[in-house]
């Protein structure tokens, strides 16, 4: 069971900037850890993941379609962090964001499909105002 705390989220105007954490309990091991959102009445999207790894290395990043060119995942493995650094937000960015921690199945990447994830944090809040 892996434990995470998300924090950083923040009220911010449109095209500003913030960089969200997830700390992790996870140590010397290989795991996909992903950002999901959830926007009040709309269901939930992943927005970004990467494979954190002492044995294959970090990497593997995958953005979605929304976000590209926008976020940033990255891992800091001396701290057991991995951000979510958020560039040019908009108004529709808006929503409760949550870490996800799972195993690697050996894919390409680790996606943002909902069930490759079984460890969940409580989410911090990001609202952007227009």
């Known amino acids: 069971q892996v434990q995470l705390l998300e924090s950083g989220g923040g009220s911010v105007q449109s095209d500003g900037s913030l960089r969200l954490s997830c700390a992790t309990s996870?140590?010397?091991?290989?795991?996909?850890v992903g950002w999901f959102r959830q926007a009040p009445g709309k269901g939930r999207e992943g927005v970004a993941s990467?494979?954190?790894?002492?044995?294959?290395?970090?990497?593997?990043?995958f953005y979605a379609d929304s976000v590209k060119g926008r976020f940033t995942i990255s891992h800091d493995s001396a701290k057991n962090t991995v951000y979510l650094q958020m560039n040019g937000l908009k108004s529709e960015d808006t929503a409760m964001y949550y870490c996800?921690?799972?195993?690697?199945?050996?894919?390409?990447?680790?996606?943002?499909?909902?069930?490759?994830?079984?460890?969940w944090g409580q989410g911090t809040q990001v609202t952007v105002s227009s």
């Open positions: 996800a921690a799972g195993r690697w199945g050996g894919a390409e990447t680790c996606g943002t499909e909902s069930y490759r994830y079984n460890n």
């Open positions: 996870a140590k010397s091991t290989t795991l996909c």
């Open positions: 990467m494979l954190i790894s002492d044995v294959h290395g970090d990497g593997r990043a």
